[in-house]
């Protein structure tokens, strides 16, 4: 058999297992529930300029009442307008793209600096383990929130700069994860007979140890978009996040916290948003978690 029908034989086996979770997923109710909102948010976000139904950023004394005060849900505005006659449906739709941009950039920027320094304590040990985890453990100790809003206020925010500080907060739970796993496979006979047959570390890494910590990773990913999207909604709410005029969840409600008495579906509706996106996840990881770990199949 040559390099190549080997090569293709194992993209068909991604793509078939791929299938596979995808579908198990789609048999449990609640992770379906989940699939189906995070489809929706994403179709939303890729999508918002088409199906916004007003321009986001204009101000219109037509979306006021006669006294300036925000109109309520119903007729051109569907959910209502904000402080300053804003659609509030559309920057809800406009502040799915933000939210979800920030989520997935600041965790996958979190997954890879999690897992690059849980990988390579676990596998190397020694004083290179000793000094990282260590640094980890540094980093453990300041509040998450704390640091995070530290962070935010040194640097001027933006879409990059509050992905950036959402991750340096959030890759220390994901090495301390790896490292553990990686400590164990690396103790494994299969890792200990390639190390006698001489095979490089690059080698070991990528061909044996990495697979079985792709599943982990996979899972620890998933619900970790739902943490990133709270913490930037929390960050955008305190101001130190996404900055106006640029919707995100967050400063919706921040924008609009005084008029909850008055005008309470400014509030509710983005923070509806929030929590449906962040159970969403949730409830996917949580079934990629019972899927994909083989001890946990026979408890469901």
Same mark, same amino acid.
């Given at each position: 058999?040559?390099?190549?029908?080997?090569?293709? =034989? %194992?993209?068909?086996?991604?793509? @078939?297992?791929?299938?596979?979770?995808?579908?198990?997923?789609? %048999?449990?109710?609640?992770?379906? #529930?989940?699939?189906?909102?995070? !489809?929706?948010?994403?179709?939303?976000?890729? #999508?918002?300029? &088409?199906?916004?139904? =007003?321009?986001?950023?204009? =101000?219109?004394?037509?979306?006021?009442?006669?006294?300036?005060?925000?109109?309520?849900?119903?007729?051109? *505005?569907? &959910?209502?307008?904000?402080?300053?006659?804003?659609?509030?449906?559309? +920057?809800?739709?406009?502040?799915?793209?933000?939210?979800?941009?920030?989520?997935?950039?600041?965790?996958?920027?979190?997954?890879?600096?999690?897992?690059?320094?849980?990988?390579?304590?676990?596998?190397?040990?020694?004083?290179?383990?000793?000094? !990282?985890?260590?640094?980890?453990?540094?980093?453990?100790?300041?509040?998450?929130?704390?640091?995070?809003?530290?962070?935010?206020?040194? *640097?001027?925010?933006?879409?990059?700069?509050?992905?950036?500080?959402?991750?340096?907060?959030?890759?220390?739970?994901?090495? +301390?994860?790896?490292?553990?796993?990686?400590? @164990?496979?690396?103790?494994?006979?299969?890792?200990?007979?390639?190390?006698? !047959?001489?095979?490089?570390?690059?080698?070991?890494?990528?061909?044996? !140890?990495?697979?079985?910590?792709?599943?982990?990773?996979?899972?620890?990913?998933?619900?970790?978009?739902?943490?990133?999207?709270?913490?930037?909604?929390?960050?955008? #709410?305190?101001?130190?996040?996404?900055?106006?005029?640029?919707?995100?969840?967050?400063?919706?409600?921040?924008?609009?916290?005084?008029?909850?008495?008055?005008?309470?579906?400014?509030? *509710?509706?983005?923070?509806?948003?929030?929590? &449906?996106?962040?159970?969403? #996840?949730?409830?996917?990881?949580?079934?990629? +978690?019972?899927? &994909?770990?083989?001890?946990? %199949?026979?408890?469901?």
């Amino acid at each position: 058999m040559s390099v190549t029908d080997t090569t293709v =034989q %194992k993209g068909q086996s991604r793509v @078939s297992r791929a299938s596979q979770v995808f579908v198990a997923l789609m %048999k449990r109710p609640r992770s379906a #529930f989940g699939m189906v909102v995070i !489809l929706i948010m994403v179709f939303a976000a890729v #999508f918002a300029p &088409l199906i916004m139904p =007003q321009d986001p950023f204009e =101000q219109s004394f037509e979306g006021l009442s006669l006294v300036g005060a925000p109109l309520p849900p119903g007729g051109d *505005f569907l &959910l209502g307008t904000d402080l300053l006659g804003r659609d509030l449906a559309s +920057r809800l739709v406009l502040g799915t793209r933000t939210s979800l941009i920030i989520g997935v950039l600041a965790n996958g920027i979190a997954i890879l600096l999690g897992a690059g320094v849980g990988i390579t304590a676990g596998y190397f040990g020694g004083w290179i383990g000793a000094i !990282l985890m260590r640094f980890t453990d540094l980093m453990m100790a300041f509040p998450a929130l704390l640091l995070a809003i530290v962070l935010a206020a040194i *640097f001027q925010p933006s879409l990059l700069i509050v992905a950036l500080v959402i991750a340096m907060v959030n890759w220390v739970q994901m090495a +301390r994860v790896i490292y553990t796993e990686t400590r @164990s496979l690396a103790e494994r006979d299969f890792i200990q007979v390639q190390r006698a !047959l001489g095979a490089g570390h690059l080698r070991i890494l990528g061909s044996h !140890l990495l697979p079985h910590l792709l599943s982990s990773i996979l899972v620890f990913g998933t619900l970790g978009i739902s943490t990133t999207v709270l913490l930037e909604a929390t960050l955008s #709410f305190l101001g130190v996040g996404v900055q106006p005029p640029m919707p995100s969840w967050g400063n919706i409600i921040f924008e609009n916290q005084t008029y909850f008495n008055t005008a309470p579906w400014l509030v *509710f509706f983005p923070g509806a948003a929030i929590v &449906l996106l962040a159970l969403a #996840f949730n409830l996917v990881g949580d079934a990629l +978690r019972d899927i &994909l770990d083989p001890t946990l %199949k026979g408890r469901h």
